[in-house]
């Protein structure tokens, strides 16, 4: 009857030890979104046309055209960081997204969410883009993984100012006719961190 007790207490303490052991199998998978990533470089992926004073009226900014500091600037400003470099943008497991600064406080800048394999929504709040008080809605698609990070397609809105800022160093004057915000698709390139 001993015997008979001790393979039966040895039968349960087994089973106590395998069914917790399957249950790792069945956990998710975090997703390869999920990380901190710096704005490592982004190019213009269509022409763009600016509206100019100076004559024939348009300058063509080509595809391919590095943008990489005013883009940095433009999703980043509302952290205040001694170069955009060391700005970069986290997505934590819980869907939120924060922007940091390397030694600062990070701030809450929205959340994100997993479109597919292939495609990533950033919904940022008008903390992370106080031009906007209604936030934005940034979508990134064609990512691919790459080495050291992501790599993908968007559209950003630039502000008038901006475009404006980017040209004086060309000596050219923004026609008033310009739209208050330039619609901009960029291939980006996100490095983790």
Known sequence: MKTLNFRLLAI???SFILIPGCKDKDEKEVSKFVGNF???EA???????VPIVEVPGNL???VGTDITQAIQTALLSAVN???????YVELREDFSMYFSCEGLNPLNAGTWEEVSATSLKLNMNSAAIPSLPTGFVLTVTDIVKVTGGLTGI?????PKAMIAGMIASMQLT??????DIFMVKISIEFTKK
């Open 12 to 14: 349960i303490l087994a």
């Open 38 to 40: 710096v704005i490592s």
């Open 43 to 49: 190019k213009l992926a269509e022409a763009l046309t």
């Open 60 to 62: 063509t900014v080509p």
């Open 81 to 87: 960081c001694s170069s955009p470099d060391k700005s």
């Open 154 to 158: 968007t559209s950003v809105p630039l």
């Open 174 to 179: 923004l026609s008033p006719s310009a739209p």
